[in-house]
């Protein structure tokens, strides 16, 4: 590229490169859209040997083109295998409350391995997770930006605005294409690979007098996380009945 030499020429080189900025800005943003999207969580484990089929349905999103923006997956190990001989590297005790949370909120005694919830209830069906859903309108709306990964922590914007004082907002980091060796326990002597693991769950956040909800957060990367793999998802849930009024993800931005 030639050198800016003319005062035209150093405008239109400021236009071309602010007009670079904007272009890389637009593409590490995400908004929803007028219909509410499907929020699919998995509660799983390592230690659970009816637990990888489910693993892989859920990483089978991937590359299903239909489901882009329609379907947002999380996977959340659980740690009550824990003790039975194999302990999960990716499960936490926050991921069990929360299964245990959605739970009560659904007014039901039931929780297992592997589970899916569809917007925020059980779900056993072997159907599309859209099936049935039909056009919903969303209970929010939700603006997410991510910024590109570097050296420092991951930086997360954006915007949360819904109508019902019910509303609670979360965070979650997820990281894509895992893998273990399990050595002890049900899955003894297996390769398991997932997706869409929860590396974070942040929420719920507060809204500020108006109602609208900050996404801003800082996530410091720990040295084993994929950067490319990583990812965000923001989800709206009714704190009263636990149903999903909104979910958005955005995958990683380029360096």
Known sequence: MKPCRSAWMMLACLSCAVAAEASAASA??????????????L???EGCDSCPPADRRLSQIKGHAGYAGRVVPLA??????????WADRFASPQYTQRQYAMAGLARSRLVYTPQFLRNGRDWRS??????GIGETRPGASI?????????GPLTIGGEVSAASAAAETYV???????????RAGENSGKTLRHDFVVRRL??????????????????ALEPAWKLADLGVVAFVQDKTTGEI????QRHACPA
């Open 28 to 41: 590490c943003v995400a908004s929803s859209g007028a219909q509410r999207a499907v929020l699919l969580e």
């Open 43 to 45: 509660y799983t484990s």
């Open 172 to 182: 979650a980091l997820y990281e894509n294409n895992l893998e273990s060796q399990v």
């Open 202 to 219: 942040i929420g719920p956040l507060v809204p500020d007098r108006e109602g609208r909800v900050s996404l801003r957060q800082q996530i």
């Open 245 to 248: 009024l909104q979910a958005l």
């Open 76 to 85: 959340f190990h659980v740690d009550y295998w824990d003790r039975l001989g």
């Open 126 to 131: 072997a159907a599309s997770p859209l099936d």
């Open 143 to 151: 603006v997410l930006e991510l910024g590109a990964p570097g050296a």
